[in-house]
């Protein structure tokens, strides 16, 4: 059990790794249990994407669970969702405002664009979470200003 002055850690090693490894505009895609990487999927991930598989079961664990852990164990400045989640999922995209605040929440058209961004993410890691739209690109960050989100969905 984890005691009050205690943070959560991250145990599994292949993530505590990548946000170790993180750097200020690096991407780390954390997706729903719905969120296709086979090469047969709708739109299959770029297989220069690691792929991290946390799902136990359905709903566990959640984006609600595991986007704030990684918060205190990585340095994020933003995220990306898609347009739809603010309506789709309004208690993830609440979740996602209270974590970063409304202006660091970024929105973008979901096909093909986030799709997109998410292949141009370090690693992609997969969840139970079953809520449609609970996916986030989240976005590496540095003790200095941010990085304009225009030019991280730009790749400038």
Partial sequence: MV??????????????AILAELRHGEMLFVADAGSGSHAKALR??????????????TGVPSLDDLVPVICDNADIEACIVTEDMRSANPDGFAMLVGLFGEDRVHEMKYMPDYYDMRDRCKAF?????????????LIGGYPSADIPIDMIINGI
């Fill in 44 to 57: 299959p991930l770029d297989p220069g994407v690691e792929q991290i598989n946390l799902e136990v079961v």
């Fill in 3 to 16: 005691t009050l002055n205690q943070r959560p850690r991250v145990l599994n090693p292949r993530l505590a």
């Fill in 125 to 137: 890691v997969q969840t139970g979470d079953y809520r449609v739209h609970a996916n986030v690109i």
